[in-house]
């Protein structure tokens, strides 16, 4: 089944992303109302700097419980990022890319030309390729 399938048959394409300069509190249901676990976070120039998870929003928001954030400057996506993003090529072997996720233990590699996001492949993207992709385009 992953003979010949490389990253760009099976990545998601059209990523939302977020900017180093937002502001996390404006940020804050971006997964959920979008249902993603994983942005990278891209500069002026659309390059790569960095990844967001789901995780680090929670993270954050738990900091903030503690802290009372609402005597502090404004946190920023830069502040909760992860830097630098792990970054693959879309044309790595899927193979590849699932033992990068293990031997890294992470769920998300931002695909790049040079530093220009091209799309982002996740634990779920590999999942639904070995189920059988077709049947879970709608997810």
């Known amino acids: 089944m992953m003979d010949e399938v490389y990253v760009r048959d099976i990545m998601t394409n059209s990523v939302l992303t977020l ?14 109302n979008n249902g993603i676990n994983h942005a990278p976070v891209v500069d002026q120039k659309d390059e790569v700097v960095g990844l967001v998870s789901r995780k680090d929003f929670e993270n ?7 802290m009372q954030a609402g005597e502090r400057e404004p946190i920023l996506i830069r502040d909760i990022m992860t830097t630098p993003a792990f970054t693959y090529s879309e044309n790595v072997h899927i193979g590849a890319a699932a033992q990068a996720m293990i031997d890294n ?5 931002v695909i790049v030309d040079g530093q220009r996001l091209v799309g982002i492949l996740t634990s779920t993207d590999l999942l639904k390729h070995m189920a059988g992709r077709e049947r879970y ?3």
Do not use: T
């Open 19 to 32: 900017a180093p300069d937002d502001r996390v509190l404006d940020k804050l249901k971006v997964f959920e």
């Open 60 to 66: 954050y928001v738990n900091i903030v419980k503690i």
């Open 105 to 109: 233990q992470i769920h998300a590699i």
């Open 137 to 139: 385009d709608r997810l």
